[in-house]
T-cell receptor, first 108, second 115 residues
Framework: LAKTTQPISMDSYEGQEVNITCSHNNIATNDYITWYQQFPSQGPRFIIQGYKTKVTNEVASLFIPADRKSSTLSLPRVSLSDTAVYYCLVDSSYKLIFGSGTRLLVRP | EAQVTQNPRYLITVTGKKLTVTCSQNMNHEYMSWYRQDPGLGLRQIYYSMNVEVTDKGDVPEGYKVSRKEKRNFPLILESPSPNQTSLYFC??????????????FGPGTRLTVL
């Protein structure tokens, strides 16, 4: 099962773009990369998922290079409400492994 | 409204007193899972179920039991709770495709304290 590595924490300011990178060197051919957001004392919430190249939705973009050994979650123009923990997850069949997550702090 | 519900939301109990945390989803999902979350350790999968009567161990199954008699319900059972099971527990569900490209929905969490 692929294990993910992310920075423990990141700081940013309102209005900036934030990029969080996740390393998953042992990703398998059938695995997808998924990102979740979690606020304190709440369940994680799905943000975005991708297999390769670039995926974009209304809240984020996900960049995955050709070798798929890493991925980058991009949050455009963050606001204070984006302060949360962000988890990168390699979706390997049914046994899901979350990393320790990246704690993002957005300052005014 | 599509949701995953858990009960109770908060529970304080004593060592050895059997307890059950219920989980229910109304999305007709095949796959359900339990996680525990501890400070600095992120979320760790306890058990998962691919469908009715089909369950399997996650990364930290010791001290827990589960059952899946109905599609919508996936209770977590602690036969003899111990203080090291004090944690925040999340139930989750999703459609039962194999592997990725499927969003997982999480419940609101159950904060358990074992004295």
């Amino acid at each position: 099962l692929a294990k993910t590595t992310q920075p423990i924490s990141m700081d940013s300011y309102e209005g900036q773009e934030v990029n969080i990178t996740c390393s998953h060197n042992n990703i398998a051919t059938n695995d997808y990369i998924t990102w979740y957001q979690q606020f304190p004392s709440q369940g994680p919430r799905f943000i975005i998922q991708g297999y390769k190249t670039k995926v974009t939705n209304e809240v984020a973009s996900l960049f995955i290079p050709a070798d798929r050994k890493s991925s980058t979650l991009s949050l455009p123009r963050v606001s204070l409400s984006d302060t949360a923990v962000y988890y990168c997850l390699v979706d390997s069949s049914y046994k899901l492994i979350f990393g320790s997550g990246t704690r993002l702090l957005v300052r005014p | 409204e599509a949701q995953v519900t858990q009960n109770p939301r908060y529970l304080i109990t004593v060592t050895g007193k059997k307890l059950t945390v219920t989980c229910s989803q109304n999305m007709n999902h095949e796959y359900m899972s339990w996680y525990r979350q501890d400070p600095g350790l992120g979320l760790r999968q306890i058990y998962y179920s691919m469908n009715v009567e089909v369950t399997d161990k996650g990364d930290v199954p010791e001290g827990y039991k589960v059952s899946r008699k109905e599609k919508r319900n996936f209770p977590l059972i602690l036969e003899s709770p111990s203080p090291n099971q004090t944690s925040l527990y999340f139930c989750a569900s999703r459609r039962g495709t194999s592997g990725g490209a499927v969003e997982q929905f999480f419940g609101p969490g159950t904060r358990l304290t074992v004295l």
